[in-house]
C-alpha cells in the first residue's frame, strides 16, 4: 500500500448576516466560520480523513510541502516517517498524521484508539461551549438551555467589564443551581486595549467569583506570563485553566513545572497532533493535573479528540469541549451547519458524554460533499475593533498562534 495524493480542502460556513457583539473595549464581528478537511489517498482504494488548522497557510503546507513528502510511502510506517520542517510546518504535519492513522485503522480493521495505545473507557465527559458577548441575562439563559441538553457544564467568554463579568455569573449559577459545572473562558481580557483587566482586577474578580464556585477559570492573563499563572494559582481562589496557546511541548512543561494551572488544555488539530496530546496527558498526570481539551470546530474535531482522549482515564483526560452552535428550535451561539455535516451521522451523544463510534479509524465518516456545498471565502473569519488605541485584530484558524492586527 502506497500514498497517492495528499489534499486539504479550505471551507467556509456564511453567517445569514454577520453578527455583531458588542464587548468591554469595543465591538466583535463574525462573518463566517472556516473548517478544514485533510485526505489521504492509497493506491488500494482507501482514505484517511482528519480535520486541520483552517486557515491559507496550513492548506499551502499540505498541498506541497507534506504532499511531497508523503506521496510514495506506505502509511503502515507512519512512525518511522520523520518529516523535518519548522514549527509551523510541523504542527501541520501532525494534524495531517491523523488522517494516516485514520487509514491505517480502516486498513488494520481497528479504531484510531487502538493504534495510540489502546482504549481504557468507551465515552468521554463534554462539557457544553458557547457564550460570545451577550447581557447577564442572556448567558443565564444560555446556560440553562445548554444544560436542558444534558451536559454537565457550560462554558462561555465573558468581557462586559468586570462588574457585569460578575453579575452574569452569578444568574448564571441562580439559572442553573449548584450542582451544574461553570467554566469562565477569560480570553479577552488581554486584548481589550487600554481596557484590558489589570492582574490586581483579575485577582479580585476571580475572589467574587469564588462564592459562585466556577470549575475553572480559563486564560485570565497574558498566555505567555506563567509567573502570572503560578501566582494566581497559589492564592488558591479558583482553579485554573490554560495551555492552548503554548507553541511547543516545553511550554507545558514549564506550566507544570511552576504548579502554574490545574487544567493544561491543548488543541491537537493545531498543537502538535496525537503524539505530542499523549505526552501532555502523561505530564498532566505526573504532576497531579488534569487535561481538558480546546475544540472549538467541527464534530469531525471532537471526534478526532476523543479518538485520543479514551486512551486515558477521567482522572487524567476530564474534559473535551463541545461546541453549541444554534439550529433551529437548539440553543447556542451563531449558527455552523458544516460542523455537523462533515460527518455522516451525528454523533452519540448520551447525558452529556460522547459515546466512542465502533467503527474503524475514526469511527464514523466523512462526508466529502460538504466540500463543495461550502466553499472557501478568503480572510479572517472574526474580527475585534478595539475602541482604544483603535486598531482591528483579525482572527484566523489557529489558537495557539496569536492574533494579528488587520
Not at 173 to 186: I, Q
Not at 213 to 227: K, M, V
Not at 354 to 369: D, F, H, S
Request: aromatic share 12%; with cysteine.
Amino acid at each position: 500500500m502506497r500514498i497517492t495524493n495528499v489534499e486539504a480542502f479550505l471551507m467556509s460556513c456564511p453567517m445569514p448576516e454577520q453578527i455583531v457583539l458588542p464587548f468591554w473595549g469595543g465591538v466583535r464581528t463574525i462573518s463566517k466560520r472556516d473548517a478544514m478537511l485533510i485526505k489521504i489517498t492509497a493506491d488500494n482504494g482507501l482514505t484517511g480523513y482528519a480535520p486541520g488548522p483552517a486557515f491559507a497557510r496550513a492548506q499551502e503546507e499540505i498541498n506541497t510541502k507534506v504532499r511531497s513528502f508523503l506521496i510514495g510511502k506506505n502509511p503502515l510506517e507512519w512512525r518511522q516517517f520523520g518529516f523535518i520542517g519548522s514549527l509551523e510546518t510541523l504542527k501541520t504535519y501532525y494534524a495531517t498524521e491523523v488522517a494516516l492513522l485514520d487509514m491505517v485503522g480502516k486498513y488494520e480493521g481497528c479504531s484510531i484508539s487502538e493504534l495510540m495505545g489502546g482504549r481504557v473507557r468507551s465515552e468521554i465527559k463534554l462539557y457544553g461551549s458557547a457564550g460570545m458577548y451577550m447581557p447577564p441575562d442572556k448567558y443565564a439563559e444560555e446556560a440553562a438551555a445548554i444544560q436542558s441538553m444534558g451536559f454537565s457544564a457550560y462554558k462561555m467568554r465573558p468581557g462586559l467589564g468586570p462588574d457585569d463579568d460578575l453579575k452574569t455569573v452569578e444568574l448564571m449559577r441562580n439559572a442553573t443551581g449548584p450542582d451544574f459545572e461553570l467554566m469562565v473562558d477569560a480570553h479577552t481580557w488581554w486584548r481589550m486595549g487600554d481596557r484590558s483587566y489589570s492582574e490586581k482586577i483579575i485577582h479580585d474578580l476571580a475572589g467574587s467569583f469564588q462564592q459562585y464556585r466556577p470549575y475553572w477559570l480559563e486564560d485570565p492573563l497574558p498566555p505567555e506570563d506563567h509567573l502570572a499563572y503560578k501566582k494566581l494559582k497559589a492564592k488558591n481562589i479558583v482553579p485554573v485553566a490554560t495551555g492552548e496557546h503554548e507553541q511547543e511541548y516545553e511550554g507545558f512543561e514549564d506550566l507544570a513545572r511552576l504548579n502554574a494551572t490545574d487544567f493544561l488544555q491543548m488543541d491537537v488539530c493545531c498543537q502538535g497532533g496525537f503524539d505530542m496530546g499523549l505526552k501532555v496527558f502523561d505530564l498532566a498526570a505526573d504532576h497531579k493535573l488534569k487535561f481538558a481539551f480546546h475544540s472549538w470546530g467541527t464534530s469531525l474535531e471532537v471526534l478526532a479528540a476523543a479518538q485520543l482522549g479514551v486512551c486515558r482515564e477521567e482522572s487524567v483526560v476530564e474534559w473535551l469541549e463541545y461546541p453549541c452552535h444554534s439550529a433551529p428550535g437548539r440553543a447556542g451561539m451563531y449558527p455552523f451547519p458544516l460542523a455537523e455535516e462533515i460527518l455522516s451521522e451525528d454523533l452519540e451523544i448520551e447525558k452529556g458524554y460522547l459515546k466512542m463510534p465502533k467503527g474503524p479509524g475514526l469511527g464514523i465518516k466523512v462526508n466529502e460533499a460538504v466540500i463543495d456545498k461550502y466553499p472557501f471565502i478568503p480572510g479572517p473569519w472574526s474580527f475585534f475593533h478595539q475602541d482604544s488605541p483603535k486598531r482591528t485584530i483579525a482572527v484566523t484558524g489557529d489558537h495557539s498562534v496569536k492574533w494579528v492586527k488587520h
